[in-house]
């Protein structure tokens, strides 16, 4: 099942804060975060993993509560190259031999204006 | 370092014509994919190779096919192409489970 994420869309002023969530149905054992600009391709975030480890970009914070299955990226100080429409995409089991396959959800549209 | 490539970029088929596009990544990845994004939606997955020598079905296989022809290159095929096809196709690699995608420019597709 897909990811639900939410808002679907936000709009900021330059310097304010935001956050995005994304909520499974399904135990999780990662949540990883992507950004894509209008016509170009999506480019890694951030993953959380089950137990707390994260990787990722030094500027861009995320959490990652395990029992209500559910993952928040925040953007923080916001500034306009922040604008593009970000996805959560969601990894229900770690099995090496099955890659790590994917389930995004439909995006948050972020608007950051001057 | 190219990353990941995809060519061509655009298509434009007709319905009923068959194409194939390619995917080649230099990062020495085990994971391929293969993505559609429709306007105004998230990424869907097609198919997926985990490692050289495996392809396994995603989401939305249905009037694809796909080949790891070596650990480098991942093809998609459309045999008959159809107007719902019409869409952004994005190739995908990954080292391994737990890890960061890295994704193609995308070749934009349009069945008429």
């Known amino acids: 099942q897909q990811p639900v994420q939410s808002p679907q869309a936000v709009i900021l002023r330059e310097g304010e804060d935001a956050v995005i969530n994304c909520s499974s149905s399904?135990?999780?054992?990662?949540v990883h975060w992507y950004r894509q600009k209008h016509g170009e391709a999506p480019i890694f975030l951030m993953i959380?993993?089950?137990?707390?480890e994260q990787k990722g970009h030094d500027k861009i914070s995320a959490s990652f509560n395990e029992k209500k299955q559910q993952s928040s990226l925040y953007l923080t100080a916001s500034q306009l190259s922040y604008s593009g429409t970000y996805f959560c995409?969601?990894?229900?089991?770690?099995?090496?031999?099955?890659?790590?396959?994917?389930?995004f959800g439909g995006g948050t549209r972020v608007l950051v204006k001057p | 370092n190219a990353g990941v490539t995809q060519t061509p970029k655009f298509q434009v088929l007709k319905t009923g014509q068959s194409m194939t596009l390619q995917c080649a990544q230099d990062?020495?990845?085990?994971?391929m994919y293969w993505y559609r994004q429709d306007p105004g939606m998230g990424l869907r997955l097609i198919y997926y190779?985990?490692?050289?020598?495996?392809?396994d079905k995603g989401e939305v296989p249905n009037g694809y096919n796909v080949s790891r022809l070596n650990k480098r290159e991942f093809s998609l095929r459309l045999e008959s192409a159809a107007p719902s096809q019409t869409s952004v196709y994005f190739c995908?690699?990954?080292?391994?489970?737990?890890?960061?995608?890295?994704f193609g420019p995308g070749t934009r597709l349009t069945v008429t």
């Open positions: 995908a690699s990954s080292p391994g489970p737990s890890y960061e995608q890295y």
């Open positions: 190779s985990a490692s050289e020598g495996t392809t």
């Open positions: 399904k135990a999780l054992y990662s």
């Open positions: 959380l993993l089950k137990g707390g």
């Open positions: 995409g969601t990894e229900w089991s770690v099995i090496k031999a099955a890659g790590n396959k994917l389930t």
């Open positions: 990062m020495n990845h085990n994971s």
